[in-house]
């Protein structure tokens, strides 16, 4: 059983395309290398272009990961590069971003 891991990120309008290149430049190649491994199963950064929680001013991001178990979940976590990415995007956000975790119960 894998674990997926959903949030949504929420970025000032006027940064969210210096998120964007900042997460292509930093996290993406991550992904990859992570991905080669075996840590990560699948991965996805899609920004919301519709919606019932859109506010104006703010982009809302799903990032949707999913990982063989939490050992890995928290390898990424901890991950040095990933820990250098993680202050600057979250000085770009207006609000803490909405966070689950569980365990997939289906998939196709």
Known sequence: MTQTNAIILRFREEQADNFEALFKKEVLPLWHKFKAEGIIVSASLTPANDGNQGRKGV???????????????????????????????????????LVWLGDTLFQV
């Open 59 to 97: 982009r809302d991001y799903i990032l949707h990961v999913e990982v063989p178990s939490m050992a890995e979940h928290s390898k990424f976590d901890s991950n040095p590069s990933f820990l250098k990415f993680l202050p600057k995007a979250q000085a770009m956000q207006p609000e803490e971003p």
